[in-house]
């Protein structure tokens, strides 16, 4: 896919944004969504996705990144408090040469502890019982 297509309306999370598919949902509001990611590199792995219809990185305005990051920020300190991290990873892979799969901008927040190495990148589903335990902790700490 070229990373000059405009943005597709058909996309995973913005069909998950429209509520019709399911999502491990652990925030939202007016400006952000944020659910686990089915495929983790760590427990806890959340994204956060804004609600405009941004494709990447050079599509968001640029008076939508301090709000989008705020959230992003609130939801990395309850992710990192209900998961007991040591340290937190954020990921943002822009355009299909950079690794993005999925062409709604969306910001991976991904829980770190010392001498724990991720597991790969969109590879192993995670069990929906798990997913569901972890984000009722986030909820919990937000
Ligand atoms: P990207 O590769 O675009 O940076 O990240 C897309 C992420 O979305 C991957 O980490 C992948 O595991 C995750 N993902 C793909 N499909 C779904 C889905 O249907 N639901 C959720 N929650 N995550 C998804």
Known sequence: MSDKEPYQPD????????GEIPCHRVFEDDTALA?????PQADGH???IPKLAVRGLFDMPDDA??????RVQKVASAVKKAMGAEGINLRQFDGAAGGQTVF??????IPRWEGVALRRHGELMEKPDILKANAEKIRAAL
């Open 104 to 109: 709604h901008l969306h910001v991976h927040i």
């Open 35 to 39: 659910f686990l990611d089915i495929l």
């Open 46 to 48: 959340t994204l956060v």
């Open 65 to 70: 990144w301090g709000p989008f990051m705020q």
């Open 11 to 18: 996309n995973i999370f913005a069909k998950i944004l429209r």
